[in-house]
């Protein structure tokens, strides 16, 4: 198996037909049959088929696909990290990160990493657990920092880097606010920060230690600045991080609820894939996020 067929094989893969995959190799039509023959006969198994539109990969060929991808990108990487390591002047780096950590560390850590790699191009993604995973799996993603449940996602490379409360906030003049107690907080509808298998075991853990009701009416939402604007101008009851209370929350007119603060905290962690090994740029910008949470005083808090 060559890293020339494979390459040809994802061409293949992508444009579903083997001429489209030439005229985008730049290669000959026939030299791009010759690579997939060859590639099959290397793995003794078919991995193509005719189909009503071109060629469609086998069973064979989806499972090589994924496997290749992966193969392909850490080549990119581990030219990209040459070039690093001989100039500093090239390079990618892909990180995703959920908006309530970028409020609180990232500017810092950009304007650090910026000075030491001025050229290294940066793309930054919004965390989302069920859909960065696979990113991170096929190398599209370097790594991501994220709320998480402590334990969770054990499959994973997981490195806390500290915890953050979460509260519960309503819009200025919600009739919640005027409550003498809590025993009817389950019956408004709220506003969580999740979006996967996870959530029922995250509903339970904020709301266990207020021995406050789980909700029954939830809006799932993942993109902070949506929630924020959503629940600054309706009556839903959102949960976010404790450290927006100073900036965010005056900002969309925003008042935590004074009988169920703070609710539990919540893991602010690092997820990378196993076994994997950052290029030297994006090592440097994730111990810059490391260093910006030890400076502000958020570091391992327990």
């Keep these: 198996m060559k890293l020339s067929q494979l390459r040809s094989f ?3 893969a992508e444009h579903g037909s083997i001429r489209a995959a030439a005229r985008a190799l730049g ?27 071109g060629v469609e990969l086998t069973v064979y060929g989806r499972s ?3 496997r290749a991808s992966v193969i392909q990108r850490e080549m990119e990487r581990a030219v990209a990290e040459i070039e690093e390591i001989r100039d500093g002047s090239s390079g990618l780096i892909s990180i995703a990160i959920s908006t309530a950590v970028a409020f609180e560390i990232l500017p810092q850590a950009f304007a650090a990493f ?7 191009e940066v793309r930054f993604n919004e965390a989302s657990i ?17 709320h998480m449940l402590p334990g969770s996602l054990a499959d994973w490379e997981v490195k806390r880097l500290y915890r953050t409360a979460m509260v519960a906030v309503a819009r200025e003049g919600h009739p919640i606010l005027d409550a003498a107690n809590t025993d009817g907080f389950a019956d408004w509808e709220w506003l969580l920060p999740y979006d996967d298998e996870s959530a029922p075991a995250l509903v339970r853990q904020l709301f266990a230690p207020k021995r406050i009701a789980p909700p029954t009416r939830v809006v ?4 902070t600045a949506i929630g924020l604007k959503l629940v600054g101008e ?25 009988l169920c603060d703070p609710l539990a905290a919540l893991d602010v962690s690092v997820i990378s894939r196993p076994g994997s090994v950052l290029s030297p740029a994006a090592q440097n910008f994730l111990d810059g996020l490391r260093h910006e949470a030890a400076m502000k005083g958020n570091a391992y808090h327990r």
């Design 10 to 12: 994802l061409s293949v």
């Design 27 to 53: 290669m000959s039509q026939p030299a791009v049959t010759q690579a997939m023959r060859e590639l099959e006969l290397s793995v003794d198994a078919p991995l193509l088929q005719r189909g009503t539109a």
């Design 64 to 66: 090589l696909v994924r």
């Design 114 to 120: 910026r000075a030491r790699f001025p050229h290294v």
């Design 130 to 146: 069920p859909h960065t995973l696979p990113r991170i799996l096929d190398g599209t993603v370097d790594f991501m920092v994220a």
């Design 220 to 223: 799932r939402c993942t993109s």
């Design 234 to 258: 309706s009556d839903l009851i959102g949960v976010f991080v404790d450290t927006m209370t100073r900036e965010e929350f005056p900002h969309y007119g925003l008042v935590k609820l004074p």
